[in-house]
């Protein structure tokens, strides 16, 4: 059965360094998206993104988040300058017809030092 | 804005004990609804959906009804198992993409 799998499990970096968080979505899927879910608390939507572009993004993805999709497989989501309040669990997500069917990945633990 | 309440865990039961994990929302529109249930060191997978008042979904067992005068979408299970045990997510979407999910409730199961 098709996954979406992300990369790495675990990342650890220190205050100030950047990241880049790694998604491979389903093959034929078409909307991305990138969530977070900070220990204890919510998972929360960041952003949204179809036919190369942004299509919605929450308050919490400022100028230091970016995504990209740079190949036909991969969806990344880059944090510029990390900041210790950015340590959370990252879910990468994708569906081919819109929100009803998110298919989840297995998380990246980030941990900022 | 859209919000999810469900209730606090951990909840620990019993095998074949009966289940009910509620949820409540609040939305400005007409959401769609979902479980979504995440095993130990797996992601979140999609449980079951509801896109109208009045619908039911159902997938392993587990049932939830879409319940618009009580804005409530509640997880049961007749008979749990072991297997079973996991964190379930209450969550809603309304017509733009982005899902809202509740804290999540962690269920333990009993052998």
């Known amino acids: 059965e098709p996954e979406v799998t992300q990369t790495p499990s675990h990342q650890v970096t220190q205050m100030g360094q950047e990241v880049i968080l790694r998604c491979v979505p389903i093959?034929?899927?078409?909307?991305f998206y990138w969530y977070r879910q900070i220990l204890g608390q919510k998972v929360e939507f960041l952003v949204s993104?179809?036919?190369?572009?942004?299509?919605?993004k929450s308050e919490i993805f400022d100028d230091q988040f970016s995504v990209e999709r740079p190949d036909g497989s991969n969806f990344t989501l880059k944090i510029r300058s990390t900041k210790l309040e950015d340590s959370a669990m990252y879910f990468c997500?994708?569906?081919?017809?819109?929100?009803?069917?998110?298919?989840f990945g297995p998380g990246t633990r980030l941990t900022v030092t | 804005g859209d919000s999810v309440t469900q209730m606090e865990g951990p909840v620990t039961l019993s095998e074949e004990a009966f289940l009910t994990i509620n949820c409540t929302y609040t939305?400005?529109?007409?959401?769609?609804l979902f479980w979504y249930v995440q095993y130990p060191g797996e992601g979140l997978q999609l449980l079951l959906k509801?896109?109208?008042?009045?619908d039911k979904g159902s997938n392993k067992g587990f049932e939830a009804t879409y319940r618009k005068e009580t804005t409530s979408f509640h997880l049961e299970k007749g008979s749990v198992q072991v297997s079973d045990s996991a964190v379930y997510f209450c969550?809603?979407?309304?017509?733009?993409?982005?899902?809202?999910f509740g804290k999540g409730t962690r269920l333990h199961i009993l052998p």
């Open positions: 509801a896109t109208k008042a009045d």
């Open positions: 969550a809603l979407s309304e017509e733009d993409d982005k899902i809202i």
């Open positions: 939305a400005t529109g007409y959401p769609s």
């Open positions: 997500a994708s569906s081919s017809q819109g929100v009803y069917e998110q298919y």
């Open positions: 093959s034929n899927h078409l909307y």
């Open positions: 993104f179809y036919n190369n572009e942004i299509s919605e």
